[in-house]
């Protein structure tokens, strides 16, 4: 196994003395981003339950993938706060939060091309054995053996998403259905138990939306959670335990699937009145 990575600290998560047990799992609280006049999420708060698929929707930017960003660490809100399992995450970065146990995906998917399928799970790991070159030097057969256990991770991951056959192939080669699977095998590497999925199902077809929907509802019975933000209304009301609204920033309704998308005023929103 990988020794520890330094600039992963593991343990630095404070914790929340006073906090009661049933914490909730998530939680974003009176969250703030201003970039510069323009003030992409507005005391955005709401929770997430552990063991659920949660749905973040709204429209064309209503801060869904700015909201990603404060949770994962790869933006500082100007206030607020988000916790996990009771725990502050405020000020930790990426790789901490990995460490933490949330991984997130990217809307444009953010894969190396000219790299295989396997490399791309591999440079998603959070430690790699072998990055110190005296360290390598000196316990060759160690990181020889690290090496080993990192690919075998990255292919049990390539498996579970139905790529096992495909973690020779160049990234480029691969169809634009596979690539997302891709980008959920490299969330599943890295051991998160909290998955937030940007737009995994956008411009798949009918087939691979399928297929993408199965395995979300996979991940969600080996015990993942997910908030995955999506666009499509049949996909919400197949795979959604609960739907966060977002709206300019702001959460304007939580609900069911079907409360969510039988409300008038949120479909006058989102679909401008064609609904
Ligand atoms: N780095 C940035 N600099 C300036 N403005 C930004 C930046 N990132 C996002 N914004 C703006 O913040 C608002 C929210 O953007 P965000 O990407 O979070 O929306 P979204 O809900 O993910 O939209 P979409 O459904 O189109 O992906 C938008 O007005 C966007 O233009
Ligand atoms: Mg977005």
Redesign the pocket.
Known sequence: MAGPDPAIPSRTLPRDEGSPVTAPYLQAQGVE?A??G?R??RDCSFTVDKGKITCLV????????????VITGF?RPNDGHVSFQGRSLDGLRPQAIVAAGIARSF?NLRLFVDLSALDNVMVALPSQAGEEPVGALFRPLHVARAQRAQRERAREALAHVGLADKAGEYVRNLSYGEQKLLTIARLLATGAELLLL??PASGLSAGALDGIMALLRRLQQEGKTLLV?E?NTRVVQQIADDVLF?HQ?HLMAQGTPETIIADPALAEIYFGGAL
Request: glycine fraction near 20%.
């Open positions: 981003v970039f510069g323009l992409a999420l709204g429209p064309n930017g209503a801060g869904k993938t700015t909201i990603f960003n933006l809307q940007d737009e933000v666009h977002l920033g």
